[in-house]
């Protein structure tokens, strides 16, 4: 299993990553790299295993549907980069 | 003093012979004093917390209280209440949560003193903490080489004895292979013994937070404290509280330790080799009865790793947008622009490969032959454990096929995920595995690994600290930090 | 054009998000009320801030599987939460929770009616899933504003088949699993606040062919007008693309009610590889026989079976029993009103319907918060079978209790309404009159029967109306004609 260019675009458009012309060889090699050591899973035999989501072998857990909470309005616009005194402010969204 | 145990230092602070202030003290500033050298931590606190030396103080006039008044280092990426918490990213510069880790309040209720946050690789990937973005760390065994990682500077400023004790996260070997290169013991618990509430995650089915110290009696008292369920994790497991029991003697008659001797075999390096077939002799000598035990589907584990650790991380590292906290860039032509740019921009070179090598494996057409494929091979690991612990109690094994490199020696790429090998096994697992001591090869500190079954981290802390009763490589300090 | 039903045919599935009725979030402790001041309702994880994680709200599971048994649906033993990545600034983790491969409810199916009679129509599943934020795009030119109250509230979504095959089934089955969840208790049904509402996939097809065309959605459509209006115009939309040699391009569209059309979302154009997989946060959760059990004691009696049981046991008659049954509030106030009262049915649905809906139109009320109980109204009802008052009189009586909180008996005492029945102080009355009028007696008694209704005047004028007139009419005709 192999990238190339445009299949790097894919993956940096779905991940949300900007990817600089000059990089775009270095970083399908690298991920190349990578793709080619994980390749190794493909040789060993799994059929009939059931697929291992999680080590933990319990049953979630859930809580009452009691409210616990409180607002945590000026803290939480405090950490955005751009906020007015209600919202969180990204640029103009056209839908 | 920087060599007392934590048993010895409560007692001290118990007894009066010492108080909270001049304990703490002393670690101030050997933390300040050897930051320059090593970068093991990325914020020196520069003053106490009032509120946590009078919490110390108060529980120390009561019952015992074996943490109170203990110096304490957390990894940095347990979320801090009104603290800088970076992850080792750009990313999270200043980025100050308003909630505490569930770790970070257990450890404070139990009155230790919070000194500073420990450097890393950036959101806890990478081994050899060169992926920070606040630079590199030293080991304090030769400041030319790495201290491992993701949890490298926990484990320099244990070394350098800038804290007893510090918090570390593990997810494919991150407590483990630091320790291992640094000297010191490490351990990481049972999937779910400790809450991941408030710890930043980079692959939430594999991620615990642990403890890196100079001995394992440090680390059993300290991961007591910190273990056991959350509300707010609802995968921490519900199930009794552990406290660790020290064992009164260094007998191990009746243990059996399972080798995996294919991996001790397997070792390139003939110091590592025979310091581990040594260490592997000494418990035999103190009455422990060996069995070779082999893993088939082990060699698969990095593999598997590497499709199922960047999978979560790629979801997880999402919410690291640029809009409600962390980095926004500052030329944002449009939304996409602004999401890109400011991820981009934030993350270093390792976490955006991660992030794209796990979009990858989740993306339709890939999901099935990649992720679940490594899902079912995670299967086939942890049935081998199960196995294995059928015939014995404990497994012990090597830790690192290295010793510690020079910064820089390795290019960026696969050969350091390979470093990762005996490490990510018992993780895929969810098993509780420790690294401790065993010697120096060339001036460079080895451990050996201990992987105990699910919830038993009582045996193979056990098993270490009957070592330890009986050596001294735990005891090591490099002589520029004495 | 061609004609849709002759040359073409339309194929709709629904997938209808229900907001249920609970106090706090999914995954949060955080208050899930409508009309919050903008993000005073967000807690940590709401934001997606790192280190936060989910905890499911019982509650919510709990209404998932009362949704599923009312439609008959198999309820599975483990149900499993998924991540649905991609990245929008109302979506704060850059992830939905929602659900993949286990959902919650499995398939099911209900009954519609349809001008041809009744349908089946079946669903395909129903899971749980959050809500996101609100993006706000007239606050400023240049800037989206976000409100993050929503994000977090939970939801089902609803799947249907796609086996309706006009906008009119469309809005029957939307109305048949209205009907439900309101009925169930677990939406609050507020169609203006979003707690129910639609996408829609439309195609069309020739008459007779098999094979699915191209489908659009149409997203969040909010009313049962709305919904009827954007599947007819996208049908013809799509019938205009064809005919005149086009493709249907399987996209998002918006519909526009104020210029009835439909356009492409722009925004959701790149978010087509979700890259669903396992929630690793969370563990898979067992569904036991207890609690579904708990939750079919709790299913309520739908309207269909309430008509069948007002028309059998209470002898209503079916147009009656049909909007009373249909309205949750009114069928509640009926019956417990009919429990308290020993006036006929009949007699409590009609004045209820009649004049009692009157009023409540009047007030600008709902029967859900009338200022008058069903106890209250009980004993209106009886005072009006035990002759006290008439229909007429209960009116009167009506509008006082609404005004001042009294009981009807109170007014009835208080304005002095209430009928003379009692025979001895009629039976004065008359045979004075008959007395005092003995020439107008003679003439009845004569042959002259117009005379008889004089007498019923007179005693209702003495009586100010208020003499029982069956009463008063027997009583005459017993002393006239002695």
Redo the contacts between chains.
């Keep these: 299993m192999s990238?190339n260019r445009k299949?790097?675009e894919?993956?940096?458009t779905?991940?949300?990553?900007?990817?600089p012309e000059q990089q775009v060889s270095q970083?399908t090699d690298?991920?190349n790299?990578?793709?080619?050591?994980?390749?190794?899973?493909?040789g060993?035999q799994?059929s009939g295993?059931?697929?291992?989501?999680?080590?933990?072998?319990?049953w979630?857990?859930?809580?009452e549907d009691v409210v616990t909470d409180q607002s945590?309005k000026t803290?939480?616009l405090k950490?955005?980069?751009?906020a007015d005194e209600d919202h969180?402010l990204?640029?103009?969204?056209i839908e | 003093m920087i060599n007392l145990s934590i048993r010895q230092m409560a007692d001290m602070l118990t007894t009066k012979q010492i108080s909270v202030q001049e304990l703490n003290g002393v670690y101030h500033d050997r933390a300040r004093q050897f930051n320059d050298r090593t970068n093991a931590l990325i914020s020196v606190y520069e003053e106490l917390c009032a509120r946590e030396v009078m919490q110390a103080q108060d529980l120390l006039g009561k019952a015992a209280h074996p943490l109170a008044g203990i110096p304490l280092i957390h990894k940095d990426?347990?979320?801090t209440r009104g603290q800088t918490t970076t992850?080792g990213s750009n990313m999270?510069e200043h980025?100050?949560?308003?909630?505490d880790?569930t770790v970070v309040s257990r450890l404070s209720a139990a009155g230790m003193i919070t000194h500073g946050k420990a450097n890393m690789d950036e959101f806890a990937m990478g081994s050899s903490n060169e992926h920070s973005a606040y630079g590199p760390v030293a080991n304090p065994w030769d400041l030319s080489r790495v201290p491992g990682g993701s949890s490298g500077g926990s484990a320099a400023a244990v070394a350098a004895r800038m804290t007893p004790v510090a918090t570390g996260t593990d997810t494919g070997g991150s407590i483990r292979q630091p320790a291992a290169l640094c000297g010191i013991t490490g351990i990481k618990p049972s999937?779910?013994r400790v809450s991941?509430?408030?710890?930043?995650?980079f692959?939430?089915?594999?991620d615990q937070g642990g403890v890196l110290a100079p001995a394992a009696d440090d680390c059993g008292l300290v991961l007591s404290a910190m273990s056991g369920h959350d509300?707010?994790?609802?995968?921490s497991?519900?199930r009794p509280g552990w406290a660790w029991q020290k064992p009164e003697s260094a007998d191990l008659t009746g243990v059996k330790v399972g080798v995996i001797q294919d991996w001790v075999d397997g070792l390139q390096d003939e110091a590592i080799k025979q310091l581990t077939l040594q260490a592997i002799e000494t418990l035999k000598a103190q009455g422990a009865s060996l069995i070779d035990i082999h893993l088939p589907?082990a060699d698969?584990a990095?593999?598997?790793y590497?499709?199922l650790a960047p999978?979560?991380c790629?979801?997880n590292?999402?919410?690291?947008?640029?809009?409600?906290?962390g980095?926004?860039t500052a030329q944002?032509?449009?939304?996409?622009?602004?999401?890109?740019?400011s991820?981009?921009e934030g993350?270093g070179e390792e976490v955006?490969?991660r992030?794209?090598?796990g979009?990858?494996?989740?993306?339709?057409g890939y999901?099935d032959?990649?992720?679940?494929?490594?899902?079912?091979?995670?299967?086939?690991i942890?049935d081998d454990f199960r196995q294995a612990f059928d015939q014995c109690h404990v497994l012990a094994c090597p830790v690192s096929p290295e010793l510690a490199f020079k910064h820089g020696e390795k290019a960026?790429?696969?050969s350091m995920?390979q470093a990762d090998q005996f490490t990510i096994p018992a993780s895929?697992?969810?098993?509780p595995c420790l690294s401790m001591p065993i010697g120096h090869a060339a001036g460079l500190p080895v451990g050996l690994q201990l992987i105990g079954r699910?919830y038993d981290e009582q045996s193979i802390l056990a098993v270490a600290d009957q070592y330890q009763q009986l050596t001294r490589h735990h005891l090591q300090v490099p002589e520029a930090f004495l | 054009m061609s004609v849709i039903g002759a040359d073409w045919e339309m194929v709709i599935g629904l997938e209808i998000h229900v907001r249920l009725d609970t106090n706090s979030k999914l995954f949060s402790g955080m208050k899930a009320s409508y009309g919050a001041s903008p993000n005073s309702q967000v807690s940590?994880l709401d934001?997606?801030?790192?280190?936060?994680?989910?905890?499911?709200n019982q509650k919510a599971l709990d209404y998932a599987i009362r949704f599923g048994l009312s439609v008959d649906a198999d309820i599975p033993d483990v149900t499993v939460f998924a991540?649905k990545?991609y990245?929008y600034?109302d979506l704060?983790?850059?992830?939905q929770i929602s659900q993949m491969d286990d959902p919650i409810v499995g398939k099911g199916h209900l009954v519609i009616t349809t001008e041809d009679g009744e349908k089946t129509i079946e669903i395909t599943r129903a899971h749980l899933e959050e809500d996101a934020g609100k993006s706000i795009h007239d606050k400023y030119d240049q800037f989206?504003a976000?409100d993050l109250n929503r994000a977090g509230t939970p939801l089902i979504e609803v799947v249907s088949e796609p086996q309706m095959s006009n906008a009119k089934e469309a809005v029957a089955y939307m109305r048949e699993i209205y009907t439900r969840v309101t009925h169930l208790g677990i939406c609050d049904g507020n169609l203006q606040e979003g707690s129910f509402r639609c996408d829609a996939n439309v195609s069309v097809r020739r008459a007779g062919e098999t094979e699915l065309g191209t489908r659009a959605e149409i997203k969040n459509l909010n009313s049962f007008r709305f919904i009827e209006k954007a599947i007819n115009h996208e049908a013809r939309r799509q019938v205009q693309i064809l005919e005149s040699g086009g493709t249907v391009t399987q996209e998002t569209r918006l519909y526009d009610a104020d210029k009835d059309q439909t356009r492409s979302m722009r925004s959701k154009e790149n978010a087509n590889?979700y890259?669903?997989?396992p929630d690793?946060?969370?563990?898979p959760i067992r569904i036991t026989a207890e609690m579904i059990s708990a939750q079919k004691s709790r299913m309520p009696e739908f309207p269909d079976a309430k008509v069948r049981r007002f028309v059998a046991e209470l002898g209503l008659k079916k147009d009656d029993a049909e909007l009373i049954a249909h309205d949750q509030a009114m069928a509640a106030f009926f019956e417990s009103s009919q429990q308290a009262s020993q006036a006929k049915a009949d007699l409590n649905a009609k004045f209820l319907l009649g004049e009692f809906s009157a009023l409540l139109n009047v007030q600008g009320a709902v029967i859900a918060d009338s200022r008058i109980l069903p106890e209250a109204y009980a004993g209106l009802l009886d005072a009006m079978a035990d002759g006290t008052i008439s229909r007429k009189v209960a009116k009167q009586v009506l509008d006082e209790m609404w005004g001042t909180g009294q009981s009807a008996a109170q007014v009835i005492k208080d304005q002095g309404l209430g009928q003379i029945s009692d025979a001895s102080a009629l039976t004065g009355l008359i045979k004075k009159l008959l007395e005092d009028n003995p020439d107008q007696v003679a003439s009845y008694r004569g042959g002259n029967e117009k005379m008889f209704n004089f007498f019923v005047g007179q005693i209702m004028k003495q009586t100010k109306g208020q003499a029982n007139p069956v009463q008063t009419k027997q009583l005459l005709e017993e002393f006239l004609n002695e």
């Excluded at chain 1, 295993?49 to 319990?58: D, I, L, N, R, Y």
């Excluded at chain 1, 979630?60 to 809580?63: F, S, T």
């Excluded at chain 3, 934001?47 to 499911?56: D, E, N, Q």
């Design positions: 990238i299949e790097l894919e993956i940096a779905l991940a949300q990553l900007h990817i970083i690298s991920l790299q990578v793709m080619g050591m994980i390749e190794h899973i493909n060993a799994t295993v059931e697929p291992m989501a999680h080590p933990h072998e319990g979630q857990q859930w809580r945590h803290a939480l950490l955005a980069a751009h969180y990204v640029p103009k969204v | 990426l347990f979320c992850c999270l980025f100050i949560p308003p909630y880790a999937y779910g991941r509430y408030g710890m930043v995650a692959a939430s089915s594999l509300p707010l994790d609802s995968t497991a519900r589907h698969l990095v593999s598997a590497y499709v999978a979560e790629s979801s590292l999402s919410r690291f947008d640029g809009v409600r906290f980095h926004q944002a032509q449009n939304l996409e622009d602004l999401y890109r740019r991820r981009s993350f955006k490969r992030i794209m090598i979009t990858w494996a989740l993306s339709s999901y032959a990649y992720y679940l494929k490594a899902q079912k091979i995670r299967r086939l942890s960026d790429g696969v995920y895929l697992a969810g098993l699910y | 940590f934001a997606g801030l790192p280190g936060t994680l989910p905890v499911i991540r990545n990245f600034p704060p983790k850059g992830y989206s976000i590889d890259r669903y997989f690793p946060d969370q563990l």
